[in-house]
């Protein structure tokens, strides 16, 4: 028989069932319903549901059946009017069996059944507190280790199953996988010798020598795309808004639960496929699983605002990375001990390491969580899908995820809520992550201000020039200016010539302000500009070089370069063309002009649009 696939819906008065039969035939179907239970078939298709709450028999019932589509839909009617039914979206639990959902273990206290209604109701409210009692490892259990984990702790020996091939896995489906494969689901090496308290020791170590603090601080100081993460809203956000609105208005608290998460088709499809499961787990285990729910929570909101809803390949990795329980088998105690362990591991492993995406991931978790176990459920059912599609991350569906997506569906909306107000008020500081942050963010905003002191101090200084250094820029930018109103300015076709020795660039700011500048006519030629058609005499042109403090010799070598270029420019052209040589030789320290001359044939210079006569100790074309 085929399990068909349908919906639920509820009114004040009526339960809607929805159900899809494209191959049925119509002739022959039968419908049933008595209080919590309902039946229908229709070959080759069969349902059997238990209600959350009962309906009755009274005439008012309906059916219709769309041949285009291929559906049923049947209307009940309530046995008591305006009942909420909840839990109507936990499709697996509504196929189990109705003496499946009673199911109680095989011992039992006996006592006054009022005290025993009391314990159930006290249950509700958890202080997310696991009693310690300190282990004591024996030489017997040492001999005869068998360590358990995944769900609740019911599964042990698997990983040493798993690594031999041509073998039947009861519980999980046949694998043939290799270390090195295993090596990519979990970081514990021996998970199946290696008890609870070894393990957490193992994982502490791991955290503590994958911590970098260089990228911790680049991350601190440098958070504008951190930023842009905190602003994302996942669909939680919105779904959790609506929920205080609607709760401000009304205190139907059970229904606003279920009325802002909705199931995809893909979703309520994969909620057909899971098997029905009773879970027989004592207190312990079962606040254990409790917390183990948020770690898992914790890492798959982390990764849902990092990647902006948009999952990618490293979206398994990241859930099960940031997740002691699904990389390390961890189990916890309280809810503190959660929050830090994945504080840890934040600051450790992905890419984005800041403080402010662990408390953000803390309140998206308690949003979730809130929101009932529709939200929960809705959570789980994307990390199931996002491990199934990849290789061989889909292990840990089987050791945990497919677990709590048929376990959470018979668990209390109010125990889902209180540890989300737990989840809220837990506080968790950087002190409590072990990696000294604090310490760590002080001594570098301290390096970062001297730094920037320092900056300061060196622009200061560079202001503070001394005397004769001001004197001398002045009366060489005077000279500059009214060199530059006679010839004009033209930095694109200039060359600067250095130098002989290398010696003088310290004065190339002071000493090349246009006195001998070269210049590289169209033929590849130098000539030199009408800088010195000024009356330069010996004097004057020591008077600014003894005022520097180049040494003695450098100066007089650069006043006899400058004596030289005066001669030359006194000489006749053929003449002139003669000496070039020789005066590039000893490498004029000259800067260009902005603006190159033309001369035409008749022995003009053209400058901007003007008519100048070469003067007497101006290069003309050199030959």
């Not at 004029?588 to 003009?604: F, H, T, V, Y």
């Given at each position: 028989m085929i399990t068909p696939a349908f919906e639920l819906s509820q009114d004040?008065?009526?339960?809607?069932?929805t159900i899809k039969v494209p191959y049925a035939r119509i002739s022959e179907f039968d419908v049933y319903f008595d209080g919590e239970d309902f039946k229908f078939y229709a070959k080759p298709y069969f349902l059997r549901l238990t209600l959350p709450g009962r309906i009755v028999e009274d005439g008012r019932e309906k059916a219709s059946y769309n041949t285009d589509k291929g559906i049923f839909t049947?209307?009940?009617?309530?046995?008591?009017?305006?009942?909420?039914?909840?839990?109507?979206?936990?499709?697996?639990?509504?196929l189990a069996p109705k003496k499946a959902r009673s199911a109680k273990p095989l011992v039992e206290e006996i006592g006054n059944s009022a005290e025993l209604a009391d314990e159930e109701e006290e249950e509700e409210e958890f202080d997310w507190e696991i009693e310690q009692t300190p282990y004591q490892e024996t030489v017997e259990s040492t001999l005869h280790l068998q360590c358990s984990y995944g769900f609740g702790n019911l599964k042990s020996g698997v990983f040493q199953r798993l690594q031999v091939s041509d073998f039947s896995l009861k519980g999980l489906d046949d694998y043939e996988v290799s270390k090195d494969e295993l090596s990519d689901v979990i970081d514990l090496k021996d998970p199946?010798?290696?008890?609870?308290?070894?393990?957490?020791?193992?994982?502490?170590?791991?955290?503590a020598a994958k911590f970098d603090p260089d990228h911790y601080l680049a991350d601190f100081f440098e958070d504008e795309a951190i930023q842009l993460v905190l602003k994302y809203k996942p669909w939680w956000v919105d779904a959790y808004e609506k929920k205080m609105a609607s709760q401000e208005g009304s205190h139907q608290e059970q229904e606003s639960q279920t009325t802002f998460v909705v199931f995809s088709e893909e979703e309520r499809e994969q909620l057909r496929k899971f098997t029905n499961k009773s879970y027989l787990l004592d207190k312990r285990t079962c606040h254990q699983v409790y917390l183990s729910l948020v770690d898992i929570l914790l890492a798959y909101c982390y990764e849902v605002r990092v990647t902006g809803g948009e999952k990618n390949v490293e979206s398994p990795w990241s859930i099960r990375k940031l997740s002691a329980t699904l990389c390390w088998l961890e189990t916890f105690s309280s809810v503190p001990d959660v929050l830090v362990?994945?504080?840890r591991r934040v600051l450790c492993y992905p890419l984005y390491r800041h403080f402010r995406l662990v408390t953000c991931a803390f309140s998206d978790a308690a949003m979730v969580l809130q929101l009932g176990k529709s939200a929960v459920l809705k959570c789980l059912l994307d990390i199931h899908k996002i491990f199934r599609e990849n290789d061989p991350a889909y292990i840990l569906n089987d050791l945990y995820i497919s677990d709590y997506c048929i376990w959470i569906q018979k668990t209390k909306s109010k125990k889902l809520a209180a540890l989300g107000e737990s989840l809220q008020q837990a506080k968790i500081t950087k002190a409590h992550l072990g990696f000294e942050l604090e310490e760590l963010e002080t001594a570098a905003v301290l390096v970062q201000?001297?730094?920037?002191?320092?900056?300061?101090?060196?622009?200061?200084?560079?202001?503070?020039?001394?005397?004769?250094?001001?004197?001398?820029?002045?009366s060489e930018e005077s000279s500059s200016t009214s060199s530059s109103e006679t010839e004009g300015s033209d930095s694109d076709e200039q060359e600067s010539s250095t130098s002989e020795d290398g010696k003088i660039n310290s004065l190339q700011g002071t000493l090349q302000e246009k006195r001998t500048a070269p210049l590289i006519d169209c033929n590849g030629l130098r000539r030199e500009t009408n800088t010195l058609t000024l009356d330069l005499s010996n004097e004057k042109s020591k008077a600014p070089?003894?005022?520097?403090?180049?040494?003695?010799?450098?100066?007089?070598?650069?006043?006899?370069?400058?004596?030289?270029?005066?001669?030359?420019?006194?000489?006749?052209?053929?003449?002139?063309?003669?000496?070039?040589?020789?005066?590039?030789?000893?490498?004029?320290?000259?800067?260009?002009?902005?603006?190159?001359?033309?001369?035409?044939?008749?022995?003009?210079?053209?400058?901007?649009?003007?008519t100048l006569q070469p003067s007497g100790c101006m290069f003309g074309r050199l030959a």
């Open positions: 004040p008065d009526f339960l809607t069932i049947i209307q009940l009617p309530k046995e008591i009017p305006g009942q909420y039914f909840d839990g109507l979206d936990m499709l697996t639990a509504l199946d010798s290696t008890p609870v308290k070894e393990r957490r020791q193992k994982r502490l170590a791991a955290e362990s994945f504080g201000e001297e730094e920037s002191e320092l900056k300061a101090a060196g622009a200061v200084s560079k202001q503070q020039l001394p005397s004769s250094e001001l004197e001398t820029s002045d070089l003894q005022s520097t403090s180049v040494p003695g010799k450098l100066i007089e070598e650069l006043g006899k370069q400058m004596q030289t270029a005066i001669k030359l420019s006194e000489q006749p052209e053929g003449l002139a063309a003669t000496s070039y040589p020789a005066l590039q030789e000893k490498g004029a320290n000259c800067a260009a002009e902005p603006k190159i001359l033309s001369q035409d044939p008749a022995g003009k210079v053209w400058q901007q649009g003007q």
